[in-house]
């Protein structure tokens, strides 16, 4: 099901979390990933068609980005008895077929994806240095099938503003994708 992010409170805290990650089998909380920075928490997962036609640049994002102070994070929240393909054995192939150089965490119990409101797949979250939210929504105009390259542009301005101690950017389209698929 098609469906599109919530509007959520800018200026909200990043709620903390305690998740394993599907390729290291490590423990991460947010302390772990943020950035001097800011940080993107992206939510994904294996199987919509949404998150495969933005995963390579989930990963040039990343790369772009944690060189200049920026933390990364995805999460995937999808029931994987309903959905088997977004198991904690398929998130550790999805990482490694698209080389991701973030953690990959499982919120199995579904509370993370409750606390920061997630409803969809891919959801982007941008948090400033303080972890204050500053972006909630869309990585880019890029749809599968409607032409639009993928670039990242939406996700991208912000954090070139964090980095630049510039302004916001004000418009923030919500995210569009699958829905998260809930126990």
Known sequence: ?????????????APDFSLLDASTNNLYSLADIQGEKGTVIMFICNHCPFVKHVADELVRLANDYRVLGFGFVAISSNDAKQYPADGLEHMWLFARK???????LYDESQRVAKKYEAVCTPDFYVYNASAE?????QLDDSRPQNGIAVNGRS??????????????????KPSVGCSIKWK
């Open 98 to 104: 698209h080389h991701f150089t973030f953690p990959y």
């Open 155 to 172: 996700v991208r301005e912000v954090l070139d503003a964090l980095f630049n101690s510039r302004p916001i950017p004000q418009l923030q």
């Open 133 to 137: 939210l500053v972006y909630h929504g």
């Open 1 to 13: 099901m098609k469906l599109e992010s919530s509007q959520i409170k800018l200026g909200e805290k």
